[in-house]
């Protein structure tokens, strides 16, 4: 099944999915452990950074090779692609599903680039994610104030064709300074404004309930990047120090277990359970 039609189904029932990056193998494992035991289906998100880090096309081939062997059902998605040509390349690298985020750009000249991307995509039958309103990235201030409205969205939309949107409604990249609190009605009357599946970036740190709540509200897609980060490394640094071994293979396992434990319990919470 195509991701755009796994998202549509989904927002009809009012669920969501989890939308995991992974920025190495033992975090890749980890996310895929979790999803295994009820095959519950995952997006794997690689960003630009991650691209960098791992290649591109080594990082397809490894996402490939582990929806393969651990037989879940599960989509490749580029996370905040910046360009047109990044797009491109991940397309031709077989990715399901791309996001350009030209949302700091004015907003004809989104419409103008997320409308290329849409239209390239279609050749490939991939789901195309875009982005509109201010939600802070890493390094970026989370003060500063710019939720999507809801008739902007629907002309967004409308000019695009784009299948899924990522909406500002109170979240932002990295950690919280304090808890964050959702707009639930915007996000609510965004809904009803666009019918399609909208997107809740910054997934991190946001708590379980409110989580729930913003699926009711129609979020579709939930991002989850800096949790998994931070719960990989602060094992691996606990286990660095406190043993003398120097085999990488005992090691990070131990890391990876982590990952799974907290990429089970997002799963569980999207699913609508307590945990």
Not at 60 to 76: G, L, P, R, S, T
Not at 111 to 121: D, G, H, L, N, W
Not at 178 to 197: D, G, R, Y
Not at 220 to 241: D, G, R, S, V
Request: a neutral charge; hydrophobic letters at 40%.
């Amino acid at each position: 099944m195509k991701l755009q039609d796994r998202l549509t189904e989904l927002h009809k029932q009012k669920r969501a999915i989890l939308a995991a990056n992974f920025y190495n193998l033992e975090t890749l494992q980890g996310i895929m452990q979790a999803a295994k035991p009820e095959n519950n289906n995952i997006i794997l998100q690689l960003s630009e950074s991650s691209l960098k880090y791992m290649g591109l096309e080594m990082a397809a081939k490894m996402a490939y090779q582990a929806i393969k062997d651990f037989e879940v059902d599960a989509w490749i998605h580029l996370d905040h692609g910046a360009t047109v040509e990044l797009v491109q390349r991940c397309l031709d690298a077989g990715f399901h599903s791309v996001m350009i985020d030209a949302s700091e750009k004015p907003f004809e000249e989104n419409v103008r680039i997320t409308s290329e991307v849409v239209k390239r995509a279609q050749k490939y039958g991939a789901n195309v994610e875009a982005e509109l309103g201010y939600v802070a990235k890493l390094n970026q201030s989370q003060g500063k104030k710019g939720f999507t409205q809801p008739a902007e969205a629907k002309r967004f939309v409308d000019a695009t064709g784009v299948n899924a949107l990522a909406v500002a409604v109170g979240t932002a990249h990295g950690f919280y300074k304090e808890e964050p609190k959702l707009e639930l009605e915007l996000l609510q009357e965004i809904n009803q404004t666009v019918n399609i599946p909208l997107v809740l970036h910054g997934g991190s740190g946001v708590p379980d309930i409110s989580l729930q709540r913003a699926i009711k509200c129609g979020i579709t897609k939930i991002n989850l990047a800096t949790e998994t980060k931070n719960t990989f490394m602060k094992q691996l640094k606990y286990e660095l120090n406190n043993t003398d071994e120097i085999d990488l293979r005992i090691v990070f396992p131990k890391a990876t277990a982590k990952v799974v434990e907290l990429i089970r319990n997002k799963i569980k919470i999207i699913n609508g359970e307590l945990v």
